[in-house]
């Protein structure tokens, strides 16, 4: 769309919950568009009333070899927004949930809608944080990290615009051209600096390392623990009972 990618996921039926196949075609259409040889920028959305509902706990890991490809997947999307020359900008049409939302993290911006709201329930369901969030949403949000994380608060659009979460929130009708818009006014026609600022502006690829190791070990230790498989058979028991909210997936 005028010289930007925009990738969106598509799975509304399960509120766009993320397998491990889909998050590596994300961080590959990523790295394929990221280059800057093809497009201006990229945008990621999600399709229906969700941007992502996160991991799809309908097929969690079963192994630790399992859960560690899951937890790698992560890691590798926003590896791959990290090394991109162009912008790239979260269009964030519904609820983001768990991992899904930190993916939103490592984008260069955040646009949302009025019907935007980003949730963390992983403290709660024995789940970790990764895609290096215990890095970047710090460095976005600073101290509100904390209560997002250890409360699960529920953060909807105009408090997400308060803390800096979002950047903007816009009709959802203008979503998408907003995003693309965006990046056409960070992409300057002719001669630009714009691929060495983004480089200057985001965290270093060592720095994140550094966080997905950390993220990495604090997994390693839910899951040997029993707490990440307790936690995912919580959510469908939970899920099971006459009284339970009709939320999304997990992280």
Known sequence: MREVAVISLRRPDKLNALT??????LAALIREYGTGDRVRGIVLTGTGRAFSAGEDLA?????????RDSFESFHDVTRAV?????????????IAVGGASEITLCCDARIGVPETTYFQPENARGLTISNASSLLL??????????????SERIDADEALRIGLLDEVVDRSALVDRA???I???TPEGANTTALHVALLRPT???????????DAAADEAWHSGALTAGVQGFWDARSTPAAATTGGTR
């Open 20 to 25: 491990v196949g889909m998050r590596r075609r």
């Open 138 to 151: 710090p460095r976005i949000v600073r101290g509100h990290a904390m209560r997002m994380i250890l409360g």
């Open 184 to 186: 056409h006014a960070w």
């Open 180 to 182: 693309v818009e965006t």
């Open 82 to 94: 990290i090394e991109t020359r162009v912008p790239v900008v979260a269009a964030v049409n519904g």
């Open 205 to 215: 690829l060592d720095e994140i390392e550094r966080a997905f190791a950390r993220e």
């Open 59 to 67: 097929a969690p890991p079963t192994d630790f070899d399992g859960m």
